[in-house]
């Protein structure tokens, strides 16, 4: 089932603009990931940030975790044409996955970026 | 170039005419999976694999087999494609496993393969 919830799903902005995205979770997770899909294309893995973390940052991405509210949000600086893509957050929880190692995907924020 | 390779990319067919999905990563990965991405749905896992001769079902099985006789390779089957089995289907590979101190599951992702089932 997909437990991690994008918003907003569709995102507008001008080149050089931030693009913030948030992904609600509903249990208790070990990590959480970003990824990235081009139209059609295999997903790309951006960040990983452990439940122990609260802010990581790589690059123009900035990703934050809050496991109270069981939120994270995806900041990408300065935005480029080429960020234009859909993100996916994806959790790998304690309960759900058990053994199976399985990620459980958002239904992701698809981002265009207007040059 | 370390990665995740699918064959085909494209491919349209008829139910019932049974067909194969490869799969090939280069890492070394003990970890494997297949996912398939429907529009609303996301990504749903069809099949894992721990390690060589060691698959099971995930959330999506009915109508796929998968093998894992080789570490490299994890192809998917379909025995007797349906409708219903129309999808994008992608491959991932996890170094280490769930219970090793390698694991953080971060899955490296194939292509895709773009499946039409008329």
């Known amino acids: 089932s997909q437990q991690g919830e994008e918003d907003p799903q569709a995102l507008s902005i001008q080149e050089g603009e931030n693009a913030t995205m948030n992904c609600s979770y509903k249990?208790?997770?070990?990590?959480l990931q970003w990824y990235r899909q081009n139209s059609g294309r295999g997903l790309v893995h951006l960040i990983l940030i452990r439940s122990n973390e609260r802010e990581k940052h790589s690059g123009r991405l900035r990703v934050t975790l809050d496991t109270s509210k069981k939120s994270s949000s995806l900041l990408i600086t300065a935005s480029r044409a080429a960020d234009t893509a859909s993100y996916f957050c994806a959790t790998d929880n304690t309960h759900g996955s058990g053994n199976t190692g399985k990620l459980i995907f958002g239904q992701g924020t698809t981002l265009q970026v207007k040059p | 170039e370390a990665q995740v390779t699918q064959n085909p990319r494209y491919l349209i067919t008829v139910t019932g005419k049974k067909l194969t999905v490869t799969c090939s990563q280069n890492m070394n990965h003990e970890y494997m999976s297949w996912y398939r991405q429907d529009p609303g749905l996301g990504l749903r896992q069809i099949y894992y694999?721990?390690?060589?001769?060691?698959?099971d079902k995930g959330d999506v099985p009915e109508g796929y087999k998968v093998s894992r006789k080789e570490k490299r390779n994890f192809p998917l089957i379909l025995e007797s494609p349906s409708p219903n089995q129309t999808s994008l289907y992608f491959c991932?590979?996890?170094?280490?496993?769930?219970?090793?101190?390698?694991?953080?599951?971060?899955?490296?992702f194939g292509p895709g393969t773009r499946l039409t089932v008329l």
């Open positions: 249990t208790s997770i070990n990590n």
């Open positions: 991932a590979s996890t170094r280490g496993g769930p219970q090793g101190p390698l694991w953080n599951n971060e899955q490296f």
């Open positions: 694999s721990m390690n060589v001769e060691v698959t």
